[in-house]
């Protein structure tokens, strides 16, 4: 049989996928479902996409607040921080540009050339690590009493070789409630 042959190259035993299942109770099902697919209570779907539109960049700098995740490993720590230094950067000028809390940027300065900065690093950094990078916004609940909700902005990397189909991920789950602790204050 088929599904005997695929067993055996799967290195299993040969009648792992046709011997009879036990049937679980009531009680066992909702305990596997609890196990299973519980941590979807405390978190929410997030639409992303590859960074390379100056429209996320916009969006994600405007954000009270990004979330950084990756599966790179710490090979990538310096490209992220630097990344987020980008980041950082690009929503103070950003902030500025009306002078309400520091002087605005000169006139000749052009927001679309630190735009091609960032994506510039981006794409190196994607090169480097094979890797894609992939942003997108929510509404997030604090726990802070004078931000009770918040936009944040979510910033993954994902390897390519560790996901061929990485490029396609069009959603990631972030965490619904953020709390003050996990957010990573400048110092």
Known sequence: MALERIAVALGLDNDTFTRPRMQLTEVEQQAWLERSFGWLK?????????LRH???L???????????????????????????????????IRGTADGTFA????????????YADVFEHVRGMERRHRAVCLVGTYMAD????LLPKAEIGMLALRSKERNPAA????????ERRIARESIAWDS
């Open 42 to 50: 405390t978190h929410v779907p997030v639409k992303v996409a590859q």
């Open 54 to 56: 100056e429209r996320q």
């Open 58 to 92: 916009r969006s994600l700098s405007a954000t009270q607040f990004v979330v950084f995740d990756s599966d790179l490993g710490s090979d990538a720590a310096g490209d992220l921080a630097e990344l987020r230094e980008w980041l950082d950067l690009t929503g103070f």
């Open 103 to 114: 002087p605005p940027p000169e006139p000749g300065f052009r927001m679309r050339s630190l």
């Open 142 to 145: 604090t726990d802070l009493p």
């Open 167 to 174: 490029a396609k991920i069009d959603v990631l789950f972030a």
